[in-house]
């Protein structure tokens, strides 16, 4: 099942997963808009842009067992771990290797209840309160794309959430929500004290420090809902009056609950050569790609058989990782699924090359771990662009390349003067 939001809205999706009894996931990505708001057309010929937000959720028989953003780090679960004053457990915790690729919180989650640093209670209401979170933003959103696949179920389960009565609840938040529009617009805004006087007179005294403490511009309403063990619409309509009054003012802060669009490249990368791996079954890319890296001063190894790459990419241990997705033996999918299952390979970017270019294919890249996506034939400046992006600018005063690869550039329509 897929389609456009348009088409068919997130409550119905729910219904028919909830009606039908399915397993699997469910990817929905959001339109990427040029204002705060979601809306906007995405051409079918756009990779999965990295500032539109996406999210999972995992369902076993009907029933939501995990709901999260795809590109969430663990500052959302640190946040829910504060209020059992264990958020420094993660420091010494391990992933678990449960779905750990796809779902790194879910991971650190059950490590910490098998570590015994939660209980099972514990663990159960930040389930909840996740998927709660996670629901209030797709039953808001009006604009985007979706894809749901059968699948097995994310295991081991430490909870099942019915979807009907969780829906209908939140829908009535998301329509209550609307009416504090447009003083209040988006959970992710962060108060700041703009009349700290009249505040202090208007309000009793520990609630006033309350807001004194988290009222700081860069913490963000969502985050306070959380530090509070409130729900979001709680919060806001707390705040509400004030932020009418202008005593408070809203602001749109980048901090770490909006995680940078990439990994920032390491500073040692500066200091020797990026190594990328460029794993494809044909000829003329490897040696494309090859030609290019190389002469803008990157170390690229190729390799032409996905069941050798396993084993090769562990020796090279690259900074990045290009790998075609229709490959014999073993496709770029299940490749890139191995690699994030990984330790070594969890952060390390891999990045989709192939030449189809549809919507399910670039979930399905997603759904593995991918980090981004690139569809043949591509131009010598995206390919850098994308390089660059993630490891830095190569190293150009190095030996110059071995010219007979610029024969095999014509047939990839490469741009190459």
């Not at 690139?374 to 992006?389: A, R």
Request: with cysteine; proline share 6%.
């Amino acid at each position: 099942m897929q389609g456009q939001l348009s088409e068919i809205d997130i409550r119905s999706i729910l219904q028919l997963i909830e009606l039908g009894q399915r397993t699997g996931e469910l990817f929905v990505q959001a339109y990427p808009t040029s204002s705060s708001g979601f809306g906007g057309l995405m051409s079918s010929e756009l990779r999965l842009p990295r500032s539109s937000p996406s999210w999972f959720v995992f369902f076993l028989n009907g029933q939501i067992v995990y709901a999260g953003e795809t590109e969430s780090d663990l500052l959302r679960l640190k946040d829910y771990l504060r209020r059992y004053k264990t958020e420094t457990a993660l420091d010494r915790t391990s992933a678990s290797a449960i779905a750990t690729f796809n779902t790194p919180e879910y991971g650190y989650l059950w490590s910490l209840l098998e570590n015994h640093l939660l209980t099972p209670a514990q663990g159960r209401s930040i389930l909840q309160n996740m998927v709660h979170e996670t629901l209030f933003d797709l039953l808001s959103l009006h604009q985007g794309s979706f894809v749901f696949e059968l699948g097995t179920p994310l295991t081991p389960q430490l909870t099942t959430l019915e979807i009907a009565p969780l829906v209908t609840r939140i829908i009535k938040q998301v329509q209550e929500w609307k009416q504090l529009q447009p003083h209040i617009q988006s959970p992710n805004q962060c108060p700041v004290i703009a009349n700290a006087a009249s505040l202090q007179e208007g309000l009793p005294k520990s609630s006033f420090q309350t807001l004194d403490r988290y009222a700081d511009g860069q913490t963000s309403l969502r985050r306070i809902a959380r530090y509070l063990n409130r729900d979001i619409l709680t919060v806001a309509r707390a705040i509400y009056p004030y932020v009418q009054r202008g005593w408070l003012h809203l602001t749109h802060h980048l901090s770490e609950e909006s995680p940078p669009s990439r990994p920032p490249f390491r500073a040692w990368q500066t200091a020797r050569v990026p190594r990328i791996v460029c794993i494809d079954d044909g000829a003329t890319v490897r040696k494309a790609v090859e030609y290019i890296l190389d002469r803008h001063g990157y170390e690229v190894s190729t390799i032409d058989d996905p069941l050798k790459a396993l084993s090769r990419v562990f020796q090279l241990k690259p900074d990045l990782i290009l790998c075609d997705i229709t490959m014999p033996e073993l496709d770029g999918y299940e490749l890139c699924g191995m690699l994030h299952q990984s330790t070594a390979f969890r952060q390390i970017p891999i990045v989709m090359l192939t030449g189809k270019d549809g919507f399910i294919d670039r979930v399905k890249a997603r759904m593995v771990g991918a980090t981004d996506y690139l569809t043949k034939p591509f131009g010598e400046s995206e390919l850098l662009m994308l390089v660059e992006n993630y490891v830095g600018q190569g190293q150009p005063n190095r030996s110059d390349p071995n010219r007979q690869t610029i024969s095999a550039l014509g047939e990839l329509n490469l741009n190459i003067t």
